[in-house]
């Protein structure tokens, strides 16, 4: 996503007269903004220094974010001078994309008093800032191995208009290696739950796997590939690998706001990870803003795409959104050529959500609307409220904003109540750099624009809308005594009536002129604001200011290197210099002296979008080139301000060397990946010199019914590699051979825990649909298969004991792919396997009753169970069978633990009472031993009754059974432990611990090694 301005010519020398008057980066757009009938957009608060979002408080207030770390508190929408709320610069990381981007009140502020903070950590992982001081020096480089920081959400305590006591903490992660991508927003839900965006953190001119270095410690070590790597961009499917802690990159969290805890009921809820139990949804590249539908806790999300689509979600708790497996509705190329197993087995075992709107970049998002195409990046979400100021029409509908098109949508309510993708129509054509959408007092739509430093607001009137006051003032500096002339033909009513003008020069409450034009002499120096207002037949009127400046004259900003003429090549060091003279200061300091450095990325018709990469102060300094995709280039803008405020910029345009590069196969015709995009080869790009891009040859391909498999590239590269461009034009070829006959995969299942073989598994071949079982070794094999990519899903039960397992196999030789599971199972050796068997019920009662109570049984054969022999056992009315306690065991815990009674079976242990309808009772053979707790009570709930059973057999395994199961938590499992443990308590496998999972037809095989 970018963050900042429009296109702007390549000199542009820019003087702003007034301390309080403000430049505008690019063109002002405001002016020709284009809204509804009825609707108007007006400057609520201007002065900001690029405004990122915007929250409403019950009382009035206005809270405005900064990118830089400052947040701003205006007492209400007409004060104009708001008081610092909070000062975060030293902690934020302020570059390129990256600083405060989200934040949020309490639903109950200020009774409530928390403000809550989302913004770009300036600190690697476990590090403290400031790390980079919102800079990124080369080495390591902002585009080549990244200035690696962090992302930290906090809350801050408001008394009146100022945070008081220390920043509380409740989240330091969301890794980033790359200066995009970084945290989102922060909403709150009707559950009172925190909701939380962040970006995956990886690179925006390469498929990004972790191969630069892999500084957030994904698995594969410092150069992770394919198909096993999981670092870069696949963060935001972390989730999903169980190997290593997982990050929250690419997610969607739901918290408790006090601590920042996941909540009961997330999609993992029940993880050992606390991470893993914060995520709601995951698979987000950049999910800069969030809304909550009115009324609810759903969270709809606008997921900024890369080259092709950008995307509205609307997302439901453990949805997959598929980045970067997925771009839009389509597979990503450049992550898809690289045949990883993340993305691979998302393709043929599916589980991807598709998005519920997303629009191409190279299409309008409505049929004939003036909104450029080219590029996109949704930047801001709201939904209209069910009453409120606008019209009928726009009850229930989606806003959303792109700030690299400027312009603002409505999605219209359907039938059902939900946003209509076949109902958008456009609300503002050429809003103005719009980062966040709000809805605030009376249901009226906000946005801040990023680059002016205001705050817009759109209003509706039925009738009779005010007009809109401008004027100039010609000259507005100079000698004293200063003549200016007034023009205010650039006033307008929307509503085409004619206006009556007020003019009042020195800003005192007298009208010193009427008529669109008037003169005014100012006899001594110093400022002075003068002030129009134009009022229309109906009695609406609107009122402007601009501040005249006699005896004064701004200062002159002047770059004296580079010129224009330099040409830079990604990674090289550029120096600058410059001074500013004022007519009354003389040279104006290097304190006063600020620079700007901002690349344009522009698209084939010319227009281009913004990345403000860094800022300095002095009368010199230097930084690198970084890289980005071509067209390209490089602004070094340079501003002098002088005693009184009074400000000249001016700026000069950098153009990059470039190359060409080409992209050819052998045979011609198949298919490469070239950084974003795949295409038949040969193809030519021209790329930034000195640009590192990725290129992949995918594998296999069928051209003409023949089929072909990579064997290598022109460079000895691998298949996906990066290649860093040169000055000389270049050619990478991908050679192929052909496929003859067909195929085979074999290969293990295995526990991932252990390495021993998982016997009787159900493997399946998708997308064949064939199926085997895996033998004693853990074996499986498929033959007579046509080259293809192939998915092997190892699965046993219901999923709960072992959790299937897919590998993707890029089947274009032999291939023997060992498939990993994770599966319950303890150091001794015991695994589990969850099913339906057959009920074991008793047959003989035992004379066991009440609460607490423990009977001692015998047992027809010795039972090995953990080293250990037992011909006899007790059985504990709490849903216990135990070879070594004594006593009652009523209050459950998880397990393993060292805490009695160890060396037992759970099959349901909690709190039970026996009554006389009620029972215990066993079975007995040569070859099981059963144990029933029939028609059980759950103490103190007499009408809650649960039936089990344990039935042991001479080779060591344990089998559980459940009957009368009903669907409350209590009787599912949601507050008992299910397992074995041995003897110290020191190992075990626990099935379940408040997990309400159990059914009527559950049944649990616990094998013995």
């Known amino acids: 996503m970018t963050l900042r301005g429009v296109l702007l010519r390549a000199v542009l020398t820019v003087v702003v007269l007034s301390p309080v008057c403000l430049e505008l980066t690019g063109d002002p757009v405001s002016a020709a903004s284009t809204l509804p009938p009825g609707f108007v957009q007006e400057t609520v608060f201007t002065g900001l220094s690029a405004p990122t979002n915007i929250e409403f408080a019950a009382d009035g207030r206005v809270f405005v974010a900064q990118k830089g770390g400052m947040i701003k508190v205006f007492d209400s929408l007409t004060d104009p001078t708001p008081d610092t709320f909070a000062d975060l610069s030293a902690e934020v990381h302020d570059f390129w994309d990256r600083g405060l981007l989200g934040m949020a009140l309490a639903p109950n502020f200020p009774a409530d008093p928390y403000v809550y903070v989302l913004y770009t950590y300036d600190a690697k992982p476990g590090g403290a800032p400031p790390t980079w001081g919102d800079a990124c020096p080369n080495p390591p480089g902002a585009n080549a191995d990244g200035c690696v920081v962090t992302g930290r959400l906090s809350r801050l305590q408001a008394a009146g208009n100022h945070m008081t006591g220390p920043e509380q903490v409740l989240i330091t992660d969301w890794c980033q290696q790359f200066p995009s991508h970084s945290i989102g927003d922060l909403k709150f839900g009707a559950d009172g739950a925190l909701y939380v965006s962040g970006g995956e953190g990886a690179s925006f001119t390469?498929?990004?796997?972790?191969?630069?270095?892999?500084?957030?410690?994904?698995?594969?070590?410092?150069?992770?590939?394919?198909?096993?790597?999981?670092?870069?961009?696949?963060?935001?499917?972390?989730?999903?690998?169980?190997?290593?802690?997982?990050?929250?990159?690419?997610?969607?969290?739901?918290?408790?706001?006090?601590?920042?805890?996941?909540?009961?009921?997330?999609?993992?809820?029940?993880?050992?990870?606390?991470?893993?139990?914060?995520?709601?949804?995951?698979?987000?590249?950049?999910?800069?803003?969030?809304?909550?539908?009115?009324?609810?806790?759903?969270?709809?999300?606008?997921?900024?795409?890369?080259?092709?689509?950008?995307?509205?979600?609307?997302?439901?708790?453990?949805?997959?959104?598929?980045?970067?497996?997925?771009?839009?509705?389509?597979?990503?190329?450049?992550?898809?050529?690289?045949?990883?197993?993340?993305?691979?087995?998302?393709?043929?075992?599916?589980?991807?959500?598709?998005?519920?709107?997303?629009?191409?970049?190279?299409?309008?998002?409505?049929?004939?609307?003036?909104?450029?195409?080219?590029?996109?990046?949704?930047?801001?979400?709201?939904?209209?409220?069910?009453?409120g100021s606008y019209p009928a029409e726009y009850r229930g509908a989606l806003f959303f904003a792109d700030y690299s098109r400027g312009c603002i949508w409505a999605m219209r309510a359907g039938p059902d109540g939900l946003p209509d993708p076949t109902r958008i129509t456009n609300f503002v054509t050429q809003a103005v750099n719009p980062v966040d959408l709000a809805i605030g007092p009376g249901g009226e739509l906000y946005y801040p624009d990023l680059n002016g430093g205001t705050i817009r607001r759109i209003r509706y009137f039925s009738a009779n809308r005010p007009p809109v006051a401008s004027f100039t003032a010609v000259p507005d500096h100079g000698p004293a005594p200063l003549t200016v002339s007034f023009d205010a033909s650039g006033s307008t009513d929307p509503d085409g009536d004619a206006l009556t003008y007020q003019w009042d020069f020195q800003n005192d409450g007298t009208v010193d002129a009427t008529g669109v034009t008037a003169g005014f002499t100012y006899a001594t120096p110093g400022d002075r604001t003068a002030k129009l207002t134009v009022t229309d037949p109906g009695g609406a009127s609107a009122s402007t200011t601009l501040v005249v400046h006699p005896g004064e004259a701004p200062p002159s900003a002047f770059i004296d290197s580079p010129g224009g003429q330099l040409r830079w090549k990604v990674g090289d060091a550029i120096a600058f210099t410059g001074h500013g003279t004022d007519p009354q200061d003389g040279t104006i300091p290097g304190s006063r002296l600020s620079w700007e450095l901002i690349l344009h990325h522009c698209d084939a018709a010319g227009d281009c979008h913004t990345h403000a990469v860094q800022q300095f102060t002095g009368t010199s300094g230097s930084f690198v080139a970084p890289g980005h995709e071509y067209p390209a280039h490089l602004e070094l803008r340079l501003t002098a301000t002088d005693s009184t405020g009074l400000t000249g910029t001016t700026s000069v345009r950098l153009d990059p060397f470039t190359t060409d590069v080409t992209f050819a196969s052998d045979p011609p015709g198949l298919q490469v990946t070239a950084g974003s995009d795949t295409a038949a080869a040969p193809f030519t790009r021209t790329v930034i010199t000195g640009s590192t891009t990725s290129v992949g040859a995918p594998t296999p391909q069928?051209?003409?019914?023949?089929?072909?498999?990579?064997?290598?590239?022109?460079?000895?590269?691998?298949?996906?590699?990066?290649?860093?461009?040169?000055?000389?034009?270049?050619?990478?070829?991908?050679?192929?051979?052909?496929?003859?006959?067909?195929?085979?995969?074999?290969?293990?299942?295995?526990?991932?825990?252990?390495?021993?073989?998982?016997?009787?598994?159900?493997?399946?071949?998708?997308?064949?649909?064939?199926?085997?079982?895996?033998?004693?070794?853990?074996?499986?094999?498929?033959?007579?298969?046509?080259?293809?990519?192939?998915?092997?899903?190892?699965?046993?039960?219901?999923?709960?004991?072992?959790?299937?397992?897919?590998?993707?196999?890029?089947?274009?030789?032999?291939k023997t792919v060992d498939v990993r599971v994770t599966a319950r199972a303890d150091a001794y050796g015991y695994t589990c396997v969850d099913g339906s068997k057959p009920f074991v019920p008793g047959t003989q009662a035992i004379a066991l009753t009440g609460d607490n109570a423990v009977a001692a049984v015998n047992l027809p054969f010795a039972f090995p169970f953990y080293g250990q022999s037992y011909t006899k056992a007790k059985v504990d009315t709490n849903g216990v069978l135990s070879f070594t306690a004594t006593g009652s065991h009523p209050d459950h815990v998880s397990i393993p633990t060292t805490a009695a009674p160890n060396g037992s079976i759970y099959p349901f242990w909690r709190d039970f009472v026996l009554d006389g309808s009620s029972a215990v009772l066993t079975a007995s053979s040569a070859g099981a031993f059963t144990v029933e707790w029939r028609n059980v009570s759950v103490k103190g709930q007499p009408t809650r009754r649960v039936g089990f059973s344990v039935t042991l057999y001479p080779d060591g395994d344990v089998q559980l059974g459940y009957q009368g199961i009903d669907p409350q938590v209590d009787e599912r499992g949601g507050t008992a432990t299910v397992g074995i443990e041995n003897q110290a308590g020191t190992m075990g496998v626990r099935y379940l611990y408040h997990d309400p999972v159990l059914r009527n037809d559950t049944s649990v095989l616990f094998r013995s090694p």
Request: net charge negative; charged share 15%; aromatic share 8%.
């Open 206 to 387: 390469f498929a990004d796997h972790g191969q630069n270095g892999n500084p957030c410690g994904d698995p594969g070590g410092a150069n992770p590939a394919p198909p096993g790597a999981e670092g870069g961009a696949l963060r935001a499917q972390d989730v999903r690998s169980l190997g290593d802690p997982t990050g929250l990159s690419g997610t969607l969290l739901r918290i408790d706001p006090a601590t920042g805890a996941g909540l009961p009921g997330n999609p993992y809820a029940s993880s050992a990870d606390a991470n893993a139990r914060r995520i709601s949804a995951f698979g987000l590249r950049n999910p800069f803003r969030l809304a909550v539908r009115p009324g609810t806790s759903e969270i709809w999300a606008g997921d900024t795409g890369w080259n092709t689509w950008d995307e509205i979600d609307r997302v439901t708790p453990g949805a997959n959104l598929g980045w970067p497996c997925y771009e839009g509705p389509d597979r990503q190329p450049a992550y898809d050529a690289e045949n990883l197993n993340m993305c691979e087995s998302l393709y043929t075992g599916g589980g991807a959500t598709a998005p519920y709107y997303a629009y191409n970049h190279g299409a309008t998002v409505v049929p004939g609307e003036t909104c450029p195409t080219g590029g996109g990046s949704v930047t801001g979400l709201a939904f209209a409220p069910d009453s």
């Open 702 to 814: 069928t051209v003409g019914g023949q089929s072909y498999a990579f064997r290598t590239w022109s460079d000895g590269g691998a298949q996906t590699h990066d290649v860093t461009v040169g000055d000389a034009p270049t050619t990478y070829t991908a050679h192929y051979e052909a496929i003859s006959g067909n195929l085979g995969i074999t290969g293990r299942a295995l526990v991932a825990s252990t390495g021993k073989p998982l016997v009787g598994a159900l493997v399946t071949l998708t997308p064949s649909g064939r199926t085997t079982t895996t033998s004693a070794t853990g074996g499986y094999a498929f033959t007579g298969l046509p080259p293809d990519t192939y998915g092997v899903t190892v699965s046993l039960g219901r999923g709960r004991c072992v959790t299937p397992a897919t590998a993707s196999v890029v089947l274009d030789g032999p």
